[in-house]
């Protein structure tokens, strides 16, 4: 779509009247396998998904990543976006309201290709832990994860970050840098809203010192 013609998804439901839509409507949007990695939303508005197993208004599996920008979610029974750790950054500018849970999840998994995950107005639910190493052994292979300015994480119980993957045969190497503005910080933070809640940032001995600012 584009701004101000998007194109929308949403429920049947929708065009009675009065309107007899309801979150969980149907299963939203799925993208599956490397062959939609192509795939792309631009300015798309979804709503009243997430019906059965899926409860997401637009979910990536593990190896897809399509592009998603400028999209909105709303009224979904679950999140407005599921994705793995190692394809946020295809996500830009979405938005969402009215969800159960307002947030782009990411689930556990690896990030294993240097990328940046971008500000959003919804905050990344982390429901797993998240590990940043690169592909290949040795420092010169790490991955490097970049948080812009004004990214909030909200992390489920037992989820944390860690940086670097100590192998017992090789070691792969990885960095964080989370560099926020007075005016935009970067908060990573429980999503219960508890002390305890999260299991924190975790820099192993392969964590590549150069590469890991937290400011």
Not at 31 to 37: C, L, M, R, V
Not at 164 to 183: F, I, Q
Request: aromatic content about 10%.
């Amino acid at each position: 779509g584009t701004d101000p013609d998007s194109i929308h998804f949403g429920s049947l439901g929708e065009t009675s009247v009065p309107s007899s839509a309801a979150a969980g409507d149907w299963k939203g949007i799925v993208f599956s396998g490397s062959g939609s990695n192509p795939s792309t939303m631009d300015y798309c508005t979804v709503a009243y998904a997430g019906y059965g197993a899926n409860q997401t208004g637009v979910r990536a599996a593990d190896d897809a990543a399509p592009t998603i920008a400028h999209c909105s979610v709303t009224k979904t029974a679950g999140y407005a976006i599921s994705v793995h750790p190692n394809n946020v950054s295809k996500l830009t500018g979405n938005t969402g309201s009215g969800n159960t849970s307002d947030g782009i999840e990411i689930r556990g998994g690896d990030v294993t290709t240097s990328q940046t995950w971008h500000a959003q107005s919804l905050p990344y639910v982390v429901s797993g832990n998240v590990n940043i190493r690169g592909s290949s052994p040795g420092e010169s292979s790490a991955a490097v994860l970049t948080l812009e300015p004004g990214c909030v994480l909200e992390f489920k119980p037992s989820s944390g970050v860690y940086v670097g993957y100590p192998h017992p045969s090789y070691a792969y190497w990885g960095g964080l840098v989370a560099e926020g503005t007075s005016g935009s910080p970067i908060r990573f933070t429980a999503l219960s809203g508890t002390s305890g809640g999260w299991n924190g940032i975790f820099f192993t001995d392969y964590a590549a010192d150069a590469r890991c600012v937290l400011d």
